[in-house]
Nanobody, 125 residues
Framework: QVQLVESGGGLVQAGGSLRLSCAASGRTFSSYVMGWFRQAAGKEREFVAAIKWLGGSRFYADSVKGRFTISKDNAKNAVYLQMNSLNSEDTAVYYC??????????????????WGQGTQVTVSS
């Protein structure tokens, strides 16, 4: 009952920045954690970042820590991923996801019950 739509992906040069948005609709009050995952060609889907809707605690994968920032706007039911200092290893389809249990292993994709369609991020090297 939660719908997620990502936007903001595109082509960017190495060292550049992109800001991804995730618009949530439906029963957003049932979500506890919002996360960003990515999947590169030929690779498994991997955790990028997550944020708790209540309290706003943030979590990051080591590979993006210090470069990416996850944020939220409760009034707009939106989650964002600011990506700076992008490199070719960041090229992937990025997915927004929602988890509906308060205690989960946030890095595991199978703990998230709703997913967006994905948005492509391509970084030229």
């Amino acid at each position: 009952q939660v719908q997620l739509v990502e936007s903001g992906g595109g082509l960017v040069q190495a060292g550049g920045s992109l800001r991804l948005s995730c618009a949530a609709s439906g029963r957003t009050f049932s979500s506890y954690v919002m996360g960003w995952f990515r999947q590169a060609a030929g690779k498994e889907r991997e955790f990028v970042a997550a944020i708790k809707w209540l309290g706003g605690s943030r979590f990051y994968a080591d590979s993006v820590k210090g470069r990416f920032t996850i944020s939220k706007d409760n009034a707009k039911n939106a989650v964002y991923l600011q990506m700076n200092s992008l490199n070719s290893e960041d090229t992937a389809v990025y997915y927004c996801a929602a988890a509906f249990r308060p205690t989960i292993t946030i890095t595991r994709a199978d703990n998230y019950g709703a997913w967006g369609q994905g948005t492509q991020v391509t970084v030229s090297s």
